[in-house]
């Protein structure tokens, strides 16, 4: 999964928004009577090798669930995403387009020195700034004031819209209202960042012994394509109420080594079940399958630049051919909702979207696949290259999605598997055809997904744009109506998705054991953000 970026999101309707004061800021909630283990270590699976630990640099969500437990924003999203005060201890909302936060006192930096407001701005002016080359930048800059033109090197970094009050009080200006601002400075791109460790070691301060943080955890080992070792950050404000003491992150991506780590009693958390195994697995193990609905999709790019797939013709033909039912039912087998269009169920702001030839039968849809592509000239033997991150799920869906474009196009499909950070960055220089991705809500909004489709957008590896759909989606993030903001979204999303950029396929959900002496997950977290604090472990 990829979470990559967060766009900005005015005047959005947002649930989990939190207009001014503060919510629960603590950490694990233990039920009275409840017995702790004497040894509290965790060892999870995280999936693929983090891309990077440097906040500014992080893309994927493997990375962003390290550094949060390494770093701490003016805000945090707990294991219930729900979000919670982090360094800042309070904020409000001054007018329309200024806020300020309070920062607590007893804040500090894993060397014991105190993180001030003046280290927010450094680490967000350094996020901005053309030179760090943050893949994050042009989307969350749209957040703050003048950040867009701070990222495009239109303006210094000194005009950014944030600046320290005094030593404890930060105050943030946005180019237009953002209500839901405190849920925006909870992605992990925006902690801090320590200056001085950062000057001293240059592009090796992420590594252990350099690394200063001020989250729960401390980086103690990291071992590139084995392992990240955490243990918990004495100097941390909530560090009584922390429980775990140790975690190792392991770097696990073939699902099926993952459920063997687990049934060996390595792991206590897996990232995901291997495809196809959900019903046998959840028979075995009952209880400590998890399963969970997500605010996220599965989806395969389509490099709209590409000479084959520049026809919008090529581009529909393979995404009405898969049968999304069969992949739902059949391949992953595990729980997953088929998808047609960019909204995903619980997503707030705009309504579900459908492909008419959705509900056709498959024979009449496969006969207007081969029209478009007979239109375009597209012969049957053609080869299309499909590109996967390394993982037997993404493998089995790839072959799953060959099979229906050769038995039912004709198309021959040459399948490659890759790294995750080296598909990251070959969909970045649009060295693709078609490839794998999957995208999690950072916060709950349409804009979150449209962010996917939108001209010029970090997230946008498709390369399509549609500028009458980002008119309509600017026009409904000025409106103040929500019902009119959602119809123009709505309106925005089926205009793009009509250019077929990429084949949404499923609605994200992840099947993971869970060992039954884990204590503080909880299936109720539609973003899957599982920080290290809220775990504990049972007596066993």
């Known amino acids: 999964m990829n979470m990559r970026r967060t766009p900005w999101l005015a005047r959005a309707a947002c649930a989990i928004a939190i207009a001014s004061g503060a919510a629960t800021t603590h950490a694990a909630t233990i039920p009275p009577g409840t017995q702790l283990a004497a040894r509290q ?21 493997n990375a962003s669930e390290i550094a949060r437990d390494l770093f701490e ?69 749209a957040y703050l004031l003048n950040g867009s033109e701070v990222v495009n090197g239109k303006k210094p970094v000194a005009d950014l819209g944030v600046r320290a009050i005094d030593k404890w009080t930060l105050e943030v200006r946005t180019p237009g209202p953002v209500p839901f601002l405190p849920a925006v400075v909870a992605v992990a791109a925006f902690s801090p960042a320590p200056k001085a460790a950062i000057e001293k070691f240059g592009k090796d301060w992420t590594k252990p012994g350099n690394l200063v943080g001020n989250g729960a955890y401390v980086l103690k080992d990291w071992q590139v394509n084995s ?144 029209k478009l592509l007979a239109d375009a000239r597209v012969k049957p033997g053609t080869h299309v290259k499909f590109t996967y991150n390394t993982s037997d799920y993404h493998k089995k869906m790839a072959i799953f999605a060959a099979s229906e474009w050769k038995t039912k196009l004709g198309l021959e499909t040459d399948i490659d598997s890759l790294e995750f950070k080296v598909l990251i960055r070959k969909k970045h220089d649009g060295d693709f055809q078609i490839a794998r991705d999957g995208w999690l809500a950072t916060f709950n909004d349409a804009t979150i997904f ?54 949404p396929l499923l609605q994200y959900s992840v099947p993971r054991l ?14 899957d953000r599982n920080r290290s604090k809220d775990f504990y472990i049972l007596k066993h």
């Open 450 to 503: 449209l962010t996917l489709v939108q001209c010029g957008s970090d997230a946008n590896d498709t390369h399509v744009c549609n500028k009458q759909a980002d008119a309509l989606i600017a026009q409904g993030n000025l409106s103040p109506d929500p019902a009119k903001r959602q119809a123009l979204l709505t309106q925005a999303a089926k205009l793009v998705m009509d250019d077929y950029p990429l084949i």
């Open 73 to 141: 924003g003016l805000t945090s999203t707990d294991h219930h995403s729900t979000v919670v005060a982090g360094t800042a201890e309070s904020w409000k909302q001054t007018d329309a387009t200024t806020w300020v936060f309070k920062l607590r006192k007893n804040a500090v930096w894993s060397n014991g020195q105190p993180v001030t407001a003046d280290d927010f701005v450094y680490a967000w002016r350094r996020l901005m700034d053309p030179k760090t080359a943050s893949k994050d930048a042009s989307t969350l800059g």
């Open 227 to 370: 392992k990240v070792v955490i243990e918990k950050n004495p100097t941390y404000w909530d560090a009584a109420n922390v429980q775990l003491t140790r975690v190792t992150f392991l770097c696990v991506e073939d699902n099926n080594a993952d459920l063997k780590l687990y049934q060996s009693g390595e792991e206590d958390l897996m990232q995901q079940i291997p495809p196809g195994a959900f019903t046998a697995l959840k028979a075995q193990y009952g209880n400590e399958m998890h399963n969970g609905a997500l605010l996220g999709l599965r989806f395969y790019d389509m490099n709209t630049q590409d000479p084959l797939l520049k026809d919008v013709r090529v581009r529909k033909a393979l995404s009405m051919v898969l049968d999304r039912d069969i992949l739902a039912n059949k391949v992953t087998a595990d729980g997953q909702v088929p998808l047609y269009g960019l909204a995903v169920k619980g997503v707030a702001g705009f309504s579900p979207t459908r492909y008419d030839w959705a509900d056709w039968p498959m024979v009449k849809r496969v006969a207007e696949a081969r």
């Open 41 to 61: 270590e965790m060892v999870r699976n995280n999936g693929a090798e983090p891309d990077s630990l440097d906040p500014a640099l992080i893309e994927s969500v």
């Open 514 to 527: 869970v060992k039954p002496w884990v204590g503080g997950y909880d299936d109720a977290n539609g973003m």
